[in-house]
């Protein structure tokens, strides 16, 4: 199966799990009072999170929650950065690792309230991440110049640092372009798609797939941690500004209590293992979640208006 014919099976799996997320079942909460407690909360991931990979942190994560709480806590993971969203939106999900960029959408669509963001020694000036470009070791691409007419995947029409960023950059670089430019097969490149999750892309360009693709630094340093990519199978040709890192949010019409212990948690939250395979954070890093706020991403607010111009 080619990496096209690969990307299109990823998005149409995308549709049939996002109707599984947004059609799964409360337990025990229907009917509860706008301040009770609910007896069982829902995590949420994005897919670049949510593989089988990483399941034994995400469980580690999610017992030691449901210890700390008293509340069951259950995950649930999203086929596509949409589906995240959605199931926050309707109320499938309680707290969700989103991206930036999905952050935004869900606090104007689902009431989504930023908790806390991860950061090497517990430094919020230090929180974020960048937008690697990368291709093949050996490629003759070594510009952005350079990748005019050639294939390239981008993540998913809603991910910051695989398709809002790197197409920004793109256009910065060809003055006069648009979003559609770079998003239709021919104009700029001789073909172009999304690949579901970083992973893909990352894949997709080793195994010579596709020319290009971009990949978060945090999820590419964690794919090399876990041994499934090395650094001499591709070369970085561009490199995005720093991004705010990706926030847990939490539905905010849940009570105002049991938001904060479930922040409070977070916050607590020492996990080395978690941090290092879920967003290559080196042990040595000491890293830890620290507190956002919606106001840190009025960056990435800025970024959707130049790239999709309302």
């Known amino acids: ?41 829902v995590m949420c991931y994005l897919p670049n999170e949510a593989s089988e990979e990483l399941a034994e942190y995400r469980s580690a994560l999610q017992g030691d929650m449901s210890a700390a709480l008293g509340i069951k ?57 960048t937008s690697k470009i990368i291709v093949k070791a050996g490629s003759s691409i070594k510009t952005l110049q350079d990748l005019q007419g050639k294939t390239f995947a981008f993540v998913d029409p809603a991910s910051t ?43 997709g360009v080793i195994n010579g797939d596709i020319d290009a693709a971009p990949v978060a630094s945090d999820i590419l340093a964690a794919e090399i941690a876990a041994g499934r990519a090395k650094e001499g199978d591709f070369v970085v040709i561009h490199e995005s500004p720093r991004i705010p890192s990706s926030p847990v949010a939490i539905r905010k019409d849940l009570p105002q209590e049991l938001r904060e212990k479930v922040k409070q948690f977070l916050l607590g939250y020492k996990d080395t293992n978690y941090f290092q395979y879920m967003f290559g954070m080196a042990p040595e890093q000491r890293p830890e979640f620290v507190e956002a706020f919606d106001s840190d991403y009025d960056y990435v607010r800025d970024l959707m208006a130049k790239v999709i111009p309302q």
């Open 1 to 41: 199966m080619n990496f096209l014919r690969k990307a299109g099976f990823i998005l149409m799996t995308g549709i049939i799990l996002f109707a599984g997320v947004t059609n799964c079942a409360r337990t025990n909460t229907e009917g509860a009072s706008a301040e009770a407690d609910p007896e069982e909360l």
């Open 73 to 129: 806590v259950r995950e649930i993971n999203a086929a596509d950065y949409n589906a995240v969203v959605e199931a926050m939106r309707t109320k499938h999900a309680d707290i969700v690792y989103y991206g930036p960029v999905s952050y935004v959408q869900a606090a104007e669509r689902a009431g989504a309230e930023a908790m806390v963001t991860p950061a090497i020694f517990g430094d919020k000036s230090q929180a974020g991440y």
């Open 161 to 203: 640092s695989g398709n809002y960023v790197p197409t920004l950059e793109l256009m910065n670089t060809f003055p006069g372009t648009t979003n559609e430019d770079f998003h239709t097969n021919g104009k700029f490149f001789a073909s172009v798609t999304f690949s579901g999750k970083h992973q893909n892309g990352l894949q």
